[in-house]
């Protein structure tokens, strides 16, 4: 990442905190008077770690920064076949069995059992095959439970 780039990310964040945080253009200005020592009231004349400062005086009064925004991902896949290898995967996750019960930790699980990386790809047999694994796994996890 160039500096520019860190630079321009820097202050998109202060911008957005102080949107979310719903400071008044003149409590901003203040803001950044303070931390810069009275020498400039906008955050493009920053330097980087004053720009910092002001990133942690917001996250201080309680702003959060935003998680990145998901990667576009493929719809689910609806068919029963699915919905079933899903309640599964769920049902291990609540046995404690899963650390990550994301679809994108089903879909490499799927892919180590199959060959083929999402489950809108499988066919019937392959499907099949999945659903008795996990069973398989969720009764050896069940029998330690009751043991």
């Known amino acids: 990442m160039t500096k520019q780039n860190h ?8 911008h957005i905190a102080k949107k979310e945080l719903g400071l008044d253009d003149d409590t901003y200005r203040a ?6 020592n009275g020498r400039t009231q906008s955050s493009r004349d920053l330097d980087y770690g004053e720009r910092n400062k002001i990133l942690e005086h917001f996250k201080g009064r309680g702003w959060k920064k935003a998680a990145p925004k998901a990667a576009k991902t493929r ?16 049902d291990l996750h609540a ?7 994301s679809e994108n ?16 790809w499988l066919n019937t047999h392959q499907a099949s095959q ?15 439970v009751t043991a």
């Open 105 to 120: 930790a089903l879909a490499s699980y799927v892919m180590r059992q199959t060959g083929v990386n999402a489950l809108q």
């Open 7 to 14: 630079r321009n990310d820097q202050l998109a964040m202060i």
């Open 31 to 36: 803001v950044i008077s303070q931390i810069s």
């Open 95 to 101: 046995s404690g069995a899963l650390r990550d019960s």
């Open 75 to 90: 719809p689910l896949a609806t068919d029963d076949q699915s919905k079933k290898i899903r309640a599964l995967w769920l």
């Open 130 to 144: 999945v659903i008795e694994a996990l069973k398989k796994w969720l009764r050896r996890v069940e029998s330690k």
